[in-house]
Nanobody, 123 residues
């Protein structure tokens, strides 16, 4: 089992930046990909982006491309989404999740999930 802890959320003004973190522990050698999702009040959870532990392959939802960049530190088992040019529409609870394959993760069916961290963007 892999345990995930998300952190780094907070309040930021529109146009500002935040860097979230996801710390992985446990059987991380069995994990292949870490992804981020978000859920705004009254909305469904949606995929934000992912990065693979091996090779660093990544992809993003269209609404965050060119604004968000996900990086990883394999030695520390950490994943960091750098979020720039934040908009009020980015306000949500952000979750990290992991899986052994990209498909299930992107579909929102990751094996393990972090507890979420709140991001609030004021206008």
């Amino acid at each position: 089992q892999v345990q995930l802890v998300a952190s780094g959320g907070g309040l930021v003004q529109a146009g500002g930046s935040l860097r979230l973190s996801c710390a992985a522990s446990g059987r991380t050698f069995r994990s292949y990909v870490i992804g981020w999702f978000r859920q705004a009040p009254g909305k469904w959870r949606e995929f934000v982006g992912y990065i693979s532990w091996v090779g660093g392959g990544r992809d993003y939802a269209d609404f965050v491309k060119c604004r968000f960049t996900i990086s990883r530190d394999n030695a520390k088992n950490m994943v960091y989404p750098q979020m720039n040019s934040l908009e009020p529409e980015d306000t949500a609870v952000y979750y990290c999740a992991e899986d052994v394959a990209v498909g299930p993760l992107v579909a929102g069916k990751g094996r393990s999930w972090g507890q979420g961290t709140q991001v609030t963007v004021s206008s």
